[in-house]
């Protein structure tokens, strides 16, 4: 099972997209290493540097709804996966990158927009960082002095997926 | 109480449900491209586990980057071709006779009503044109596709979209489609399937069919599902008179992959096209939708025909039209990328290709190249592109390069003012 949590990568926007997380240019790459340099490439937002130190040191990603929509690119979730993120927390994700996750071993975090509403009040902490349970289903928060707890739920299958590392394993065992 | 298409199709693939709400089904047909694929067969290898499920359910094309660009599109294509001739997958196409995916397997009657299917591709809900369930999926889900013909779902609610109404002149099934997409936005259909019902869909031919299913993604949608009927029938038949003793017979098989008339649905969405106009996009998602009528003043400079969109026979008739005996402007640069050999062939008796190189378009190869901006046709920075595919995302074809959606009929008349132009007037 991966290691989830760390410092927080803020993406205060609806709709990011697939091109904006992995450019279809990169796709003729043969391993998910080669990948790494062109994280968020195309992903036009104030103050966001795809090659800042915020990128670089981040672990967990949070933004808004829908986030991953577009392509079926599983180039999106292993750029984030070969540059340290293994959590995307949205109000809501597109299905088939919400699934790519989870078929990673990674996870695809949805909570209500009131949540993410506080949680992005931490978007200008320099030390935002959060640490996630998946098996209790539980995210804490902290930042500029203050934590937070909040509850999450992902189901049963996708916590199987978790635990497992990922769908191939599960699958050739039981199928 | 009645059931929708997906909830009949899941019924009857069902293989277990591991864990509550979610379904493992039994896939009828694994289709696979050069982009997604490679790592996979990758990952197969290194876990040893490089075998297939079953090589006759398999279909396989490289369409992506064709003729290879480069030392790793030629890779790519190698590892794919490799695979397939060491798994014995006779369905597997190659230059010369290679097109776009959603484009050829339908054309080579690989897909059928009731079919689960899946691939790589996002625009995979293309198929649901035949009356089958069809998703795009990741690698991971496409690599135990191809061990165990196996997919995971979520049981997918159904949106019903009652479209009725004949078409006006000059607007086809793509406007149709942005105008819904415009309508419930970009994640209006997430984890749901859109269900397309009503006559102005009972009178569409499969190819306007299967460009109302391809962009169900762009409003989120698992698939696009139209009921199979005798124009289905009629399409497949040359390739199912062998199980069928009768046109008649193969329908009434096919109907019982049509939603009952008691089906529970999420929602019912009425749709009238009879006053509907050619669309367009303006901005960097699918659902920013205007009338073409409605749209300020905008040059392009590139004008792109083709894809798994609008790269079929009908598409380049309807563009072919419109350009007969006239010039693209010369600001513009027109390039159509038939979507399969097929296509093109047929173009060419027809005299099509003739009148799309006399009014000054660069006619290519089979292939998506310029949809996602990875060959034959990528924009420069602050380019805008007339384009009858399916994503406008911004780079999409090109980086810091602008893409306006529209149907061949609008890109037709685009090209010839050199600014997006309402096909009308030219009709």
Request: a negative charge; hydrophobic letters at 40%; one cysteine or more.
């Amino acid at each position: 099972m991966k290691t989830f949590g760390g410092p927080v990568l803020f993406l205060d926007r609806s709709d990011i997209n697939t091109d904006e997380i992995i450019p279809a240019k990169y796709l003729t790459e043969i391993t998910k290493e080669d990948l790494k340099p062109y994280i968020l490439e195309d992903l036009k937002l104030p103050g966001f540097d795809p090659k800042g130190p915020k990128t670089k040191n981040a672990r967990v990603v949070l933004s808004r709804a829908n986030f991953g929509c577009g392509s079926s690119r599983e180039h999106a979730p292993w750029v984030f996966e070969v540059n340290g993120i293994t959590a995307v927390i949205a109000e809501s994700f597109a299905r088939i990158f919400r699934q790519n996750m989870f078929n990673c071993g990674m996870a695809a975090i949805e909570l209500p927009k009131a949540d993410l509403d506080l949680l992005f009040t931490h978007a200008g902490d320099a030390d935002a960082a959060m640490s996630i349970d998946i098996e209790s289903g539980t995210l804490t928060m902290s930042g500029g002095g203050k934590q937070k707890t909040f509850g999450f739920e992902i189901s049963p299958f996708d916590k199987a997926l978790v635990t497992a590392g990922g769908w191939v394993d599960y699958a050739d065992q039981n199928y | 109480m009645g059931k929708t298409v997906a909830e009949k199709i899941f019924e009857a693939h069902l293989v277990n449900e591991p864990f509550p709400g979610t379904k493992v089904l039994k896939l009828d047909v694994v289709l696979c491209h050069e982009i997604t694929t490679p790592i996979a067969i990758d990952d197969l290898i290194r876990r040893d586990k490089d075998r297939v499920f079953d090589p006759s359910k398999i279909k396989a094309v490289i369409d992506h980057v064709t003729p290879s660009k480069d030392s790793k599109t030629a890779t790519q294509a190698k590892i794919l071709r490799d695979w397939a001739r060491r798994h014995d997958i006779k369905d597997f196409f190659d230059i010369g006779a290679n097109g776009v995916c959603h484009a050829l397997f339908p054309e080579k009657g690989f897909i059928r009503p009731g079919y689960t299917v899946i691939m790589g591709d996002s625009h995979t809900c293309t198929h649901g044109a035949f009356g089958a369930f069809a998703a795009g999926i990741g690698t991971t889900d496409l690599e135990v596709g191809i061990l165990k013909g196996v997919c995971a779902f979520r049981q997918p609610k159904t949106i019903r979209f009652n479209v009725n109404g004949q078409l006006p002149k000059g607007v086809y099934a793509k406007d149709v489609i942005l105008h819904i997409i415009g309508r419930i936005g970009v994640n209006g259909a997430t984890d749901r399937v859109m269900e397309f019902h009503g006559s102005t869909i009972a009178a569409m031919t499969m190819e306007s069919r299967m460009t109302l299913c391809n962009m169900a993604i762009e409003a989120g949608g698992t698939s696009g599902i139209c009921m199979p009927d005798a124009t289905t029938v009629e399409y497949l038949w040359p390739f199912i008179s062998g199980e069928f003793a009768s046109k008649e017979a193969a329908l009434a098989d096919y109907s019982k992959w049509t939603a009952d008339a008691d089906a529970a649905y999420d929602q019912v969405i009425e749709i009238d096209v009879s006053t509907l106009q050619p669309v367009v996009t303006f901005g960097y998602k699918p659902d920013q939708t205007k009338f073409v009528s409605d749209m300020p003043e905008s040059p392009v400079d590139q004008v792109y025909l083709g894809s798994c969109t609008n790269g079929r026979i009908e598409d380049l008739r309807i563009a072919a039209g419109i350009l007969k005996g006239r010039k693209i402007a010369p600001t513009v640069r027109g390039i159509l990328s038939p979507a399969t050999p097929k296509v093109q062939q047929q173009a060419m008796h027809e005299g099509l290709i003739d009148i799309f190189m006399e009014a000054g378009f660069c006619v290519t190869n089979p292939t998506c190249g310029a949809c996602l901006g990875m060959s034959n046709g990528v924009l420069a920075e602050g380019e805008v592109c007339a384009s009858t595919t399916n994503r406008n995302f911004m780079g999409r074809m090109g980086k810091g390069g602008m893409v306006h959606l529209m149907s061949p009929a609008t890109a037709a008349a685009s090209a010839i003012e050199g600014k997006i132009a309402d096909p009308r007037k030219y009709l």
